[in-house]
């Protein structure tokens, strides 16, 4: 398993113009095992940039993120973590700087490789455009996010 850098991801992410593809309605997807049926945004937050660094049941979190082109990433720096890529790339910098333990990240290029990877492993999680497929939704758990899951009406990752 290779567990990327953020530093590479804030590199990434200027490498892209914005707006290539439709607008990814985000889904919080984790490990039928994990403990966890809801997450506030905040606390999604706060698993994104590490600072919840394990599950109720003392996992560790692993962050899986689609690659820093993808209108999902894109999505997920503007409405979960309200950063623009500039804002994340020196976030990414002075938290290497300060010596600061990063989350364990993995990323993929496809929301069908983000559910098999949180199939597989126990304290991953990842945010995909929608549930990538029919034959995981059944070994992966959707999180409710505020309460909601995607498609319900008020759901904040649109």
């Not at 409405?79 to 002075?94: I, N, T």
């Not at 496809?110 to 995981?136: C, H, M, N, Q, R």
């Amino acid at each position: 398993m290779c567990l990327k850098s953020p530093i590479l991801l804030a590199i990434w992410i200027a490498m892209v113009p914005a707006g290539l593809a439709k607008d990814p309605i985000l889904t919080v997807i984790v490990n039928k095992s994990n403990p966890l049926e809801s997450v506030s945004n905040i606390e999604l937050k706060a698993l994104l940039l590490g600072k919840t660094a394990q599950w109720p049941n003392k996992e560790p979190v692993i962050l899986v993120e689609r690659e820093s082109t993808s209108p999902t990433f894109r999505k997920t720096l503007q409405v979960v973590l309200h950063m623009s890529e500039g804002e994340y790339a020196r976030w990414v910098l002075q938290e290497e700087f300060r010596g600061e333990k990063a989350p364990l990240i993995k990323t993929l290029n496809s929301d069908e490789g983000a559910g098999k990877f949180v199939f597989y492993v126990p304290g991953a999680i990842a945010i995909t455009d929608g549930v990538p497929s029919l034959a995981l939704s059944s070994e992966i758990k959707v999180l409710r996010v505020d309460g909601k899951l995607p498609g319900d009406p008020g759901y904040p990752l649109r």
